[in-house]
């Protein structure tokens, strides 16, 4: 697809858009993992649930690129429960809300106005290198 990947000490590098942008998987480990989203909004929330045991690595990834697209991104959780001093927003937003759902089980599914990406802190870097991949054109 005409996109040189370059290993580094951890992960790997892609030069795109101007920027180089950080992997921790190559693409053809992710081919097998399906992800369905739209952003026809420019307004973001990367959600979480401040209870849950949530590492934000892959959020801020997501974020660094979506950044880079121009779009406005916003952390907040998915209820008030532990929650720092960010918004609180569910899935009856009328901005995209990107949820990141703690669980035994890799998935990603969206409902209502949710984009939710359910699994482990590793099944999290794993779709979030997968939609980032999708967002700058490297894969479909």
Request: proline share 3%; hydrophobic share 35%.
């Amino acid at each position: 697809n005409g996109f040189e990947i370059f290993k580094m000490d951890k992960g790997y590098a892609v030069y795109v858009k101007n920027n180089y942008f950080y992997f921790d998987n190559l693409p053809q480990n992710l081919e097998n993992i399906t992800t369905h989203f739209t952003l026809d909004t420019r307004k973001v929330y990367l959600v979480y649930n401040a209870s849950e045991d949530f590492n934000d690595y892959p959020l801020r990834k997501l974020g660094t690129v979506l950044t880079s697209l121009n779009f406005l991104i916003y952390k907040a959780c998915i209820d008030e429960n532990n929650c720092p001093d960010i918004p609180v927003v569910n899935c009856n937003q009328t901005e995209k809300v990107i949820y990141f759902k703690v669980s035994n089980t890799l998935n990603s599914y969206t409902r209502d106005n949710c984009i939710i990406l359910e699994g482990s802190n590793t099944d999290h870097v794993k779709l979030v290198d997968k939609i980032n991949y999708v967002l700058l054109g490297i894969m479909k």
